[in-house]
């Protein structure tokens, strides 16, 4: 957490965590608005995934902050700030983690972003990683990759 929020905090978005964890039967677990803070973190590391009444139900899938919000992102028609997401891959239980700034927020965030992707990679000895340029949402569709 302490190198994401140094990336977090150069820039102009609020961000919030958006965890993605099923129960029973894949039906999609809830949790309140998490904004990015220590309190927050341990809600949707704890809240189901330790609690005995979703000991053998809860599984992680994935984790993803997005700064501004998924919401207003999607509504703003334009890409997020940040999007990171930590997730789980297929049932051997191995580990992805993303890390994607916009252009326009990466100059103030660049030096934290490096110390995130190497704290990343210490934790993940086996670890790779790649650096690459796409395109975030334009036409208001997040993750397109072609023009209209």
Known sequence: MPPLTGVIKGLNAEAVIR?????????????P????????????????????????EARFFA?????PSRVIAFESRRG????????????????????????????RVDIAADATVFAVRELLPKSSYAVF????????????TGGR
């Open 33 to 56: 608005r998490l904004p990015w803070n220590e309190h927050s973190n341990r809600i949707w590391m704890t809240k189901y995934l330790t609690d005995e009444k979703f000991a053998w």
């Open 19 to 31: 965890p993605r964890q099923a129960g029973d039967h894949d039906n999609w677990l809830h949790f």
């Open 63 to 67: 984790t993803e902050i997005w700064a």
């Open 80 to 107: 997020p700030e940040l999007f990171c997401m930590i997730e789980r891959i297929g049932t051997d239980n191995s580990q992805g983690v993303v890390l994607a700034i916009r252009k326009d927020a990466l100059s």
């Open 133 to 144: 340029e796409r395109r975030w949402g334009e036409h208001g569709r997040f993750g397109s």
